[in-house]
């Protein structure tokens, strides 16, 4: 018995170990996987590798880029919150209409102007 609550105890501190990431303070994202492809999804959205935003010594330090990211997070979820809520489509009320892509294109600075084309 004293084995069983052992391993149970084990096995729920890795689960947890690896769902806690210190200094997160906009996003809802719990597992490794989800926060690795999320950072990903960032990083190719704007054309930057990850040491553009991350001390990569120690990823938890605050940076200027990241409290920029943070605010443009939560700028997109008003957005999406705001057109799903004027969405006509209430069977799908977590539709993304907006992400970092919508204006950057991949690059790091947003467009300014249209393009002539």
């Known amino acids: 018995m004293k084995m069983f609550l052992y391993i149970l105890c084990l ?15 906009v996003l809802d994202i719990t597992s490794k996987s989800e926060m690795r492809s999320y950072m990903k999804s960032i990083s190719k959205d ?5 040491s553009h935003c991350h001390d990569m010594d120690d990823k ?25 809520s004027q969405s006509k489509d209430s069977l799908d009320t977590n539709k993304k209409f907006v992400s970092c892509w919508t ?7 947003p467009a300014s102007k249209r393009p002539e084309k």
């Open 103 to 109: 204006c950057h294109y991949g690059q790091l600075q």
């Open 46 to 50: 704007l054309g930057v590798k990850c």
């Open 11 to 25: 096995t729920f501190n890795i689960a947890y170990s690896e769902s806690v990431f210190k200094n997160v303070t």
């Open 60 to 84: 938890s330090l605050d940076t200027p880029q990241k409290d920029i990211t943070r605010e443009m997070i939560k700028l997109t979820r008003y957005l999406n919150d705001l057109l799903n």
